[in-house]
């Protein structure tokens, strides 16, 4: 039923149960997992050029080990992988990825489940994936 899951990544410990899901899924259809990691470089914009270095670094950084989790999650299920990191807003990143790769037919990723005031302060990068994206997508919700 699917050839590749896409896990966009945050990196954090909340994805734990979001790498799950999408592992069983994966071994489930015998399908391909991709890690995807975005850092958001907007938020950064108006820093100097020494701290801005600084915080892509550690963006950069930050990254590598997120979708090395998910790596090591499927790889310890026997399943094919690929892994990324870009740069620009996570659900545009993430849009194109799946646009770009015409085996993603899946994507799986997490969302705090917000409402009210704090969904409109903070978006959702959930919701605008699942708004502009071709393929199904299963979210997970996470709690803090």
Do not use: F
Request: glycine share 10%; no cysteine; proline share 2%.
């Amino acid at each position: 039923m699917y050839q590749g899951i896409l896990v966009p990544t945050d990196g954090s410990e909340l994805m734990d149960e979001v790498i799950e899901r999408a592992v069983d899924l994966a071994g489930k259809y015998d399908a391909s997992v991709h890690a995807l990691y975005v850092a958001n470089m907007g938020t950064i914009g108006t820093l100097d050029v020494d701290d801005r270095e600084r915080i892509e670094s550690r963006l950069e950084a930050r990254g590598e080990r997120a979708v090395e989790a998910v790596n090591d999650a499927a790889e310890g299920a026997g399943l094919e992988t690929t892994t990324a990191t870009r740069r620009g807003t996570p659900h545009q990143r993430i849009t194109e990825y799946v646009e770009d790769h015409d085996d993603v037919d899946l994507v799986v990723m997490g969302t705090h489940g917000r409402t009210g005031l704090s969904h409109v302060l903070l978006g959702s990068v959930a919701e605008n994936v699942l708004r502009h994206t071709t393929v199904p997508v299963l979210l997970v919700r996470v709690t803090e």
